[in-house]
């Protein structure tokens, strides 16, 4: 074998042994973007449910984000407040959602929920007509216009309807009754059937 045969099997040896290191490569990045993806999303999720324990701690955050955000004016000025943090805290974490989402982050059946939650407590009385105006420079002028090309969402009921909420009474379930059928043997009947 001359040098020049010699040098053609070793540059064969290493294009495959360069091909080979970059499907590694590859692989390794795919797994790693998937793992980043997953990171992402359960930080939001850690997120969205740390700015909601203090209402499982105290009622009083649910009450006083239901009257703000209905009627900012009649809300007392402590719902306000409390309103005001709770509602400064959820527009970021959904912004951020929000930067995630159109960077192919969050995927879009996942920013579905997430797009109602946030177009429900962006189109409140509360929220379009007090908070927004005074608070929204201190998110991205994108998000902004993101938002007010929003409509409100008709799948989400209010913080009300589910606080306020009153069973309804239960209609009595039919009361089986035991009849002989023919040969001796019983069959289960409702009643009113």
Same mark, same amino acid.
């Given at each position: 074998?001359?040098? %020049? ?8 040896? #290493? ?16 797994? #790693?973007?998937?793992? !980043? $993806? ?6 939001? &999720? ?12 105290? @009622? =009083? ?16 000025? /402590? %719902?306000?407040?409390?309103? +005001? ?8 974490? +959904? ?5 995630? !989402?159109?960077?192919?982050?969050? /995927?879009?059946? !996942?920013?579905?929920?997430?797009? $109602?939650?946030?177009? $429900? ?7 379009? %007509? ?6 929204? +420079? ?5 998000? !902004? ?6 409509? @409100?969402? /008709? ?5 009300? &309807?589910?606080?306020? +909420? ?5 209609? @009595? ?5 035991? =009849?002989? &059928?023919?040969?001796? #043997? ?8």
């Amino acid at each position: 074998m001359t040098i %020049e045969e010699i040098a053609a099997v070793a540059e064969i040896i #290493n294009a495959a042994a360069v091909t080979l290191t970059l499907l590694g490569l590859i692989v390794t990045i795919r797994q #790693n973007t998937r793992s !980043q $993806k997953a990171m992402a999303v359960d930080s939001l &999720a850690a997120a969205i449910a740390a700015i909601n324990v203090p209402a499982t701690q105290s @009622p =009083a955050l649910g009450s006083a984000l239901t009257s703000a955000v209905n009627d900012w004016a009649s809300a007392t000025r /402590d %719902e306000r407040i409390m309103a +005001h943090y709770f509602l400064f805290s959820f527009f970021k974490l +959904h912004e951020s959602a929000w930067y995630q !989402q159109k960077a192919g982050i969050l /995927d879009a059946s !996942q920013w579905q929920g997430w797009e $109602k939650g946030l177009r $429900k407590y962006y189109h409140t009385k509360g929220v379009r %007509e007090v908070w927004w105006p005074n608070r929204r +420079h201190a998110y991205s002028a994108e998000f !902004q216009a993101f938002l007010a090309g929003t409509t @409100p969402p /008709d799948e989400i009921g209010s913080l009300a &309807a589910i606080f306020d +909420h009153s069973p309804a009474p239960v209609a @009595p379930s039919p009361v089986a009754t035991r =009849a002989p &059928a023919a040969g001796g #043997n019983t069959i289960s009947a409702s009643a009113g059937a």
